[in-house]
């Protein structure tokens, strides 16, 4: 199975309102990063968290890390039809090799 | 638009047969990852080249073979296709091999097997 499982699978919002998705992983990590994805296209960074970090703010972007309960959450706040996207979590239990998470579908409806 | 570059975009070919999907790094970058995607299996970790020299493997097929060229940019070799190879296959790239380097993700190929 894989290390990070993201949660939900999938999200309908206004634009206006605030998205929250929730990762959870199995192994200690040394690093957690989200990243987004437009419908089939190539991955884009939004932000790296490391494990002695347990928030990291970048713009909208609020990303806390828990690693008692090895979890994270991304925050998008004041969302836009723009942020409509997957958005994947990944982690580095295996050293430099991500492994992610099954994503969270985003539809943000203007 | 993250700086690295993969071609072809889209490839279209049937079972059995071989394709060459090609990765340029971000300048400056030496390492470079390949990624799969698939709606079965997610984005999976096939393997990472550091400098010419492979550093780590993770899912990778042995009909699958990578390397990394003196001018850094890679190459992933898929042979004896098969349906189940059809995904989206992407490269990243990293200025260092440790933990924590943020990956530069390119647009990907989406490779069709019929």
């Known amino acids: 199975s894989q290390q990070g499982e993201e949660d939900p699978q999938a999200l309908s919002i206004q634009e206006g309102e605030n998205a929250t998705m929730n990762c959870s992983y199995k192994?200690?990590?040394?690093?957690l990063q989200w990243y987004r994805q437009n419908s089939g296209r190539g991955l884009v960074h939004l932000i790296l968290?490391?494990?002695?970090?347990r928030e990291k703010h970048s713009g909208r972007l609020r990303v806390t890390l828990d690693t008692s309960k090895k979890s994270s959450s991304l925050l998008i706040t004041a969302s836009r039809a723009a942020d409509t996207a997957s958005y994947f979590c990944a982690t580095d239990a295996q050293g430099n090799k991500l492994t992610f998470g099954g994503g969270t579908r985003v539809l943000v409806k203007p | 638009d993250s700086g690295v570059t993969q071609t072809p975009k889209h490839l279209i070919t049937a079972t059995g047969q071989r394709v060459t999907l090609r990765c340029s790094p971000r300048s400056g970058d030496l390492s470079v990852y390949w990624y799969q995607q698939s709606l079965d299996q997610g984005l999976q970790f096939l393997i990472q080249?550091?400098?010419?020299?492979e550093r780590a493997k993770g899912n990778i097929l042995e009909r699958f073979s990578a390397q990394q060229f003196p001018d850094l940019h890679s190459e992933l070799n898929l042979s004896s296709l098969e349906l189940g190879d059809s995904a989206l296959y992407f490269c990243?790239?990293?200025?260092?091999w440790g933990i924590g380097d943020e990956q530069f993700f390119g647009p990907g190929t989406r490779l069709t097997v019929l």
């Open positions: 080249y550091y400098n010419g020299e």
């Open positions: 990243a790239s990293s200025v260092g």
């Open positions: 968290i490391r494990s002695n970090e």
């Open positions: 192994t200690s990590i040394n690093n």
